[in-house]
C-alpha cells in the first residue's frame, strides 16, 4: 500500500518503520520542512522517507494520522485538497472527538479509528524505541470504512497482534476510562503510573471510574463500575514504571490531551445531564496549570 504517517512522533515512527519493513511504500508528513527524513529503530539501519511530498498524499491508499488529538483538524486542514476521497483515513492518538471533525473535513473519505498499547519512545529526532509489546485495535467508523476490515491484516503483518473490532467504540471508551483515570491524576501529582496504586488515590480512582461507566451506559456502551476500575488498576500495575503522556506533556510544559480526554467525557455528560463532579475537577487541575504557564 501507499501510506503517509502524518505526524510521525514516537507511535507514528514506530508505525512508519514496521510497515516500511512489511514491504508498504512509506511516506511522512512532519512539522519540519525537509524533504526526507531519516527513521531507525533502536540501533538498527537508517531509513529514509520522503517528507511533505504532495505527490505522496495524492497517491496515498491510507493517511495514517498519529498527532495528538488536539492537533488532528488543524494538521489534516492543508492536506484536504489534495487527498483523494479513496483515501483512507486512520486516526491513532489518546482520548476522542476527533472522528467528528475529521468526519466533516473530509465526509467522502472511510475513516478508521485504532488504539494500540505498543510503547514506543523517540529519544531523538532519528531513533525510536520499541518500550513494549502491545496489541492494536481496528474499526471503522463510517460505512466505508467498516469495510476496510484488511487492515487488520496488513497492521498485524507489520507489528503485530493487530485485530479488527466490529465494535470499536467500546474498546475507545475503555481506553478513554483508563486515560481519563491515570493521566490527570499522574499530571497533577508528577509522579509514574504506579504510584497510583497508593490508598490514597484509591477513592478518586473509584468516583472517577463510576462517572465514567454511567456515561458510557448512556452512550448505549455496556460497562459496569467494578469492571471499569479493575482495567484501569491493570494498566496501572502494567504500566508500573512508566510516566504518563499527560504526566510529560505537562512537566515539559506542553499543551495536554484533556480537552479530548475528561473534556470529551464532560461534554458527553452533559449532553445526558449527567453529574460528573470528579472528572470535572480533574479537568479544571489540569486547566488551571495549563494557564499559569502563559499568565505567569
Ligand atoms: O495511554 C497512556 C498514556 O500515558 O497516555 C497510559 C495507558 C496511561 C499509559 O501510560
Avoid at 43 to 72: C, H, M
Avoid at 196 to 223: K, N, T, W
Amino acid at each position: 500500500m501507499n501510506i503517509v504517517i502524518l505526524g510521525p512522533g514516537a507511535v507514528g515512527s514506530l508505525w512508519a518503520l514496521k510497515l516500511q519493513q512489511a514491504g508498504h511504500q512509506v511516506a511522512l508528513w512532519a512539522r519540519e520542512n525537509a524533504p526526507t527524513l531519516s527513521l531507525q529503530l533502536a540501533q538498527g539501519p537508517l531509513y529514509s522517507f520522503a517528507n511533505q511530498s504532495r505527490l505522496e498524499i495524492e497517491q496515498a491508499d491510507l493517511l495514517l494520522v498519529t498527532v495528538k488529538a488536539w492537533q488532528v483538524a488543524e494538521a489534516l486542514a492543508p492536506l484536504v485538497d489534495s487527498l483523494s476521497s479513496d483515501t483512507i483515513i486512520m486516526l491513532m492518538h489518546n482520548g476522542m472527538g476527533t472522528a467528528e471533525q475529521v468526519a466533516a473535513l473530509l465526509p467522502d473519505n472511510p475513516l478508521v479509528v485504532a488504539t494500540t498499547t505498543h510503547g514506543a519512545y523517540k529519544p531523538s529526532r532519528q531513533q525510536v524505541l520499541h518500550t513494549g509489546l502491545g496489541t492494536t485495535q481496528l474499526g471503522g467508523v463510517n460505512a466505508l470504512g467498516k469495510q476496510c476490515a484488511f487492515l487488520a491484516d496488513v497492521f498485524d503483518h507489520a507489528l503485530p497482534a493487530a485485530h479488527w473490532n466490529e465494535h470499536i467504540e467500546h474498546a475507545l471508551w475503555t481506553k478513554l476510562a483508563i486515560n481519563c483515570a491515570i493521566n490527570p491524576l499522574t499530571a497533577i501529582h508528577q509522579c509514574k503510573n504506579g504510584q497510583l496504586a497508593d490508598a490514597r488515590f484509591a477513592p478518586m480512582l473509584s468516583e472517577v471510574s463510576a462517572e465514567l461507566a454511567a456515561v458510557m451506559q448512556r452512550e448505549g456502551i455496556a460497562s459496569d463500575h467494578a469492571h471499569l476500575l479493575r482495567s484501569v488498576m491493570q494498566v496501572v500495575e502494567a504500566t508500573a514504571e512508566n510516566y504518563s503522556s499527560m504526566q510529560q506533556d505537562i512537566y515539559y510544559q506542553r499543551k495536554s490531551e484533556i480537552d479530548f480526554i475528561n473534556g470529551y467525557l464532560l461534554r458527553c455528560a452533559a449532553k445526558h445531564h449527567i453529574e460528573t463532579p470528579h472528572n470535572q475537577k480533574l479537568f479544571e487541575q489540569i486547566k488551571q496549570i495549563e494557564q499559569s504557564w502563559t499568565t505567569s
